[in-house]
């Protein structure tokens, strides 16, 4: 592991405030957790656990529906309708969204943004017919990456199953001139294994795209943080299993941040009150 003392962290920029996130991974009405998004096991309700992560201070909420795209359908419209009752954070939905149609029902049912992998992977030009009709801060490439040689990443649809032949940052490249907004980048190889993030891959994309990045996938310990921001800029960062075990805490993950001088986002007067 890299030892580093925080100035030598590479800050977030103040616009740039580093986004504290929750993901949640649903397979049908449970929420479920695996290893390089396999061997998928039921580790509670999503609706209990996206309250319980508002109320101790994610910054966002990820759903990521792991079937949809081999159902064709996205499951999570009721999800995110009753959460919306109770979490007052922005929420991003993923998974089977092929079509404009299927983003607004998302977008209706309470979603904040969307977020389109492998039909965007399949037809390119949907990313850019999202992002003209709701704008590209609503539009998030989801990226599933896999390493294939040193300093080369291939991306991955299906919830890491399928193949696509497309080197990852030139992706990322692309899907942001097309007009997404946002790139979430899972790393395959790091996703459930607690040993850290990829964080030559999240260097290798945050250097090439100047839109919000988040990255995902192999969070263990406080000290894989300050790993990843030494030789990278995501704008955010998911957290899965540590928060589903109860193995580390938004609380502890924030407060390792103001120890470190990691900016990261205070919650204002009105939503304390909601919460």
């Not at 800050?11 to 991974?25: H, M, Q, T, V, Y």
């Not at 201070?57 to 949809?68: F, K, P, R």
């Not at 209706?108 to 003209?132: F, H, M, W």
């Not at 032949?165 to 030139?170: K, S």
Request: hydrophobic letters at 40%; charged letters at 25%; a negative charge.
């Amino acid at each position: 592991m890299v030892s580093s003392s925080p100035s030598q962290l590479i800050l977030p920029s103040p616009s740039r405030i580093l986004r504290l996130i929750a993901r949640l991974d649903i397979k049908g009405a449970n929420l479920i957790k695996g290893i390089h998004l396999e061997g998928l096991r039921i580790v509670g309700d999503p609706q209990d656990r996206a309250e319980k992560y508002y109320q101790d201070g994610a910054d966002e909420v990820i759903y990521m529906d792991t079937v949809a795209s081999l159902y064709g359908r996205n499951n999570l419209i009721d999800v995110v309708t009753r959460a919306t009752e109770h979490v007052f954070v922005p929420m991003t939905v993923g998974g089977g969204i092929r079509s404009v149609e299927d983003a607004r029902a998302l977008l209706r049912a309470g979603a904040d943004k969307v977020a389109i992998n492998t039909a965007a992977v399949k037809d390119p030009t949907l990313i850019k017919e999202l992002s003209d009709v709701w704008g590209s801060s609503t539009i998030v490439l989801s990226i599933e990456a896999k390493k294939t040689t040193e300093g080369k990443w291939e991306a991955y649809t299906d919830n890491g199953r399928e193949r696509t032949g497309l080197d990852v940052v030139q992706w990322a490249e692309q899907g942001a001139k097309l007009g997404a907004g946002e790139i979430f980048l899972t790393s395959v190889d790091q996703e459930g294994t607690k040993n850290g993030f990829d964080c030559e891959l999240v260097s290798a994309v945050t250097k090439s795209v100047d839109i919000p990045l988040v990255a995902s996938g192999g969070f263990g310990v406080l000290d894989h943080l300050r790993d990843l921001l030494q030789v990278s800029q995501p704008t955010g960062v998911a957290f899965a299993d540590a928060l589903h075990y109860n193995r580390i805490s938004l609380t502890e993950i924030r407060n390792f941040c103001t120890q470190n001088n990691i900016p990261t986002r205070t919650r204002s007067f009105e939503e304390t009150k909601k919460a």
